[in-house]
């Protein structure tokens, strides 16, 4: 998520999730689904590893951008 986006309430923190997840899936999800296809438990495990750091990066950003209050 390379974009500033004020968060100011809850219908602004839902529209940032939605894009945020597509973003996420658009990354992650192809390799996700091709391990599960044609890899091997490794490849699968790394890819499910890798999504699932992805969305923690996500959240950990936006909490950061929270905590640290509004910025004028």
């Known amino acids: 998520m ?3 986006v004020r968060i100011e309430n809850r219908g602004d923190f839902a529209v940032w999730a939605i894009e ?3 973003q996420i899936v658009g990354e992650h ?6 391990a599960a ?3 091997s438990e490794e ?4 890819a499910g ?5 992805a969305i923690t990066n996500a959240l950990i ?10 910025v004028d």
């Open 2 to 4: 390379d974009e500033s």
């Open 20 to 22: 945020a997840a597509k």
């Open 29 to 34: 999800g192809f390799e996700l689904a091709r």
């Open 37 to 39: 296809r044609d890899g």
């Open 43 to 46: 490849d699968l495990r790394s």
């Open 49 to 53: 590893n890798a999504l699932g750091q």
């Open 61 to 70: 950003e936006v909490y950061d951008g929270l905590a640290d209050g509004p």
